[in-house]
């Protein structure tokens, strides 16, 4: 089932200031509302600088300020809100953790980024998250009453395989906060969004930071939603190979 619902995606502007980030995340989830919106997506890392010498410095136990401040946000406004992702602590480990919350203001996910941003690209730029942050180990989709939703974040995306069994356990939109850069934003940010829905035929969001020249890591911007609705026209999910080719996930059957 699909029903048609009206989506927004918030490209906030992240500072070092964590009081700030909270009341403008507030302060936007409310005007998306006011404008229909019945989902909403923040960025990547919305209460904190994207950068690993921040993140334990930000860090937070779930539930803690900023969930507290998602999850009046989302009960207030009566949406669910995908509280893009905020540096979290537990058991002396860090994580780059969305959460989810349903119009009651419960949380109803939690998803730790399963793929660390580690990269090296010459002259261009050098980000380890694993030398700070563990990665999460589950795939995370939740139920609307609109639809079923896959999530993950930013460099989730790059794996077709995991876009692939969201799709295939039912969802049909896929939403990644995420927080590109001005190497690999230009090039792939775009690129990615519309593979994953031409791929499964899926409704693809992104939010990411607003771009900040001053900040020690300058996101590319962006947040964008595509959408891929040829299901009857090209019925590539009845026309697949099962018996030549499957991916499968190791949680399978578990979940
Ligand atoms: N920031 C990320 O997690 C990913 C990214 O910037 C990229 O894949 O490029």
New binding site residues.
């Given amino acids: 089932m699909f029903c048609k619902f009206r989506l927004a995606v918030i490209q906030l502007q992240v500072s070092s200031v964590k009081a700030d980030n909270l009341s403008r995340a507030r302060r936007l989830v409310k005007e998306a509302a006011g404008q229909g919106s019945k989902v909403v997506v923040l960025p990547?890392c919305f209460n904190s600088p994207y950068g690993t010498n921040f993140f334990s410095r930000y860090a937070e136990k779930i539930p803690g300020e900023s969930t507290q401040v998602l999850s009046e946000a989302a009960k207030e406004n009566q949406v669910y809100l995908v509280g893009g992702s905020i540096p979290e602590e537990d058991g002396g480990k860090l994580f780059n953790t969305c959460t989810v919350f349903g119009p009651d203001g419960e949380v109803i996910l939690k998803h730790r980024k399963i793929h660390l941003?580690d990269?090296d690209i010459p002259g261009k730029i050098r980000f380890q998250e694993s030398e700070t942050l563990s990665a999460g180990n589950s795939l995370s989709v939740f139920d609307t009453s609109f639809c079923k939703v896959g999530v993950g974040i930013?460099?989730d995306m790059?794996f077709a395989e995991l876009a692939q069994l969201y799709s295939r356990k039912g969802c049909q939109l896929l939403v990644y906060p995420?927080?590109?850069?001005m190497t690999?934003g230009p090039t792939?940010w775009e690129l990615l969004q519309r593979a994953r829905a031409l791929d499964n035929q899926v409704y693809v969001a992104t939010a990411s930071p607003a771009r900040d020249e001053t900040a020690s890591y300058v996101a590319w911007g962006h947040s964008t939603v595509y959408l891929a609705d040829v299901r009857q026209q090209i019925p590539i999910t009845s026309q697949r190979r099962n018996d030549l080719y499957a991916v499968t996930s190791a949680q399978e059957g578990s979940s």
Avoid at 178 to 181: M, P, T, W, Y
């Fill in positions: 990547e941003f990269i930013c460099y790059r995420g927080a590109f850069n690999t792939h």
